[in-house]
């Protein structure tokens, strides 16, 4: 005998939504039930959950229910004042939203329908990664136990929100060691495999650009050997020296340049501002536990690099560091065979 779940059983809607976690890892389905659950559990008109776009103030829808194209398409939400707003009282309830000045757009959601709203904050670990929204169609208070309920089911969305990014991160990260080690066994040709890492580390970490320059100790200039996504203009600026630009990363520690046109550690910072770029990571990159070199990555927004991010980033200048070390380990024996063989033919011409 199948039992009806009552219109607002909402331990039972919570446990649908965890139990989808066991039987699917795909993100889309999860969302989506989610949507459908905060409306029938509390007798909504629609609801949508937005996230936030990384590195823009807006929040895009990412699952909805119950509206039209056209009201999700008239005006992404404010990220900033958005979050604001919610996380001031742990929520925004909106019993007339066709003429309350919190909200915007008034004719829009007269037009579409709607009449209250709703809105929690998606938290993962202390951070808001998005918004879930409620819409309902009558005027309506809503309750301590319904505003409870909506923020447990926003909270499931950004587990599975963060839970398909660790899951993306993973293969990522995976497809990046994987070609850089097929590079190191299959080639020798060392300006092949610093392209390919420099290539491959701005992609996945969504950066403007990177760069790998090396450190010429007789000059005491770093020597570009790669790049990505820099203009010839800027490559063309001139000599970068060690002691002008980001010093402290040829002492072996990583170092993160909020804003490269203002930072004194930085040289060229005109150019960079020309550039379009913003903020910098500099990594440095090691052959046994000598730095030989760095790898820079640049953004065009101000942006902060998470734990994993500097992790893999030091990762793969260290595999860098090893291409480099094999390469020359390889041309040193090439030479000393080379040395033998001749010594050889000598010694046999005494005959």
Known sequence: MTVKRSGNDYFESI???VRAFGTTLNKDEILELIVDNAIKTMNGKAACLFLAEEGEDI?????QKGLSKNYLHADPMKAKKAASDVLQGGYLAIKDATTDPRVENHEAKKKEGIAS???????FKGKTVGVLALYTDTPRDFSPKEINFLKALAEQGAIAIEHARLFEQLRRNTRIFHNIAVSIQSSLDI?????????????ALDVKASSIRLLNEKTNVLELVSSYGLSEEYLSKGDVHADKSISETLE???????????????????EKKKEGIVSMLSVPI????KVIGELR????????????ELMLVNALAHLGGLAIQNASLYLMLKTDIKELQDDMWSHRSWF
């Open 15 to 17: 446990c649908e939504v």
């Open 59 to 63: 929040y895009q829808p990412v699952a």
């Open 117 to 123: 709203i709703l809105v929690v904050p998606a938290m």
């Open 191 to 203: 300006k092949k495999i610093l392209h390919i890492l420099s290539a491959d580390v701005a992609e």
């Open 252 to 270: 072996g520690k990583p170092v993160w340049i909020e804003d490269a046109t203002k930072d004194e550690r930085v040289q060229y910072r005109d």
């Open 286 to 289: 090691k052959t046994k536990e």
């Open 297 to 308: 990555l640049y953004t065009d927004r101000r942006r902060e690099f998470t734990e994993d």
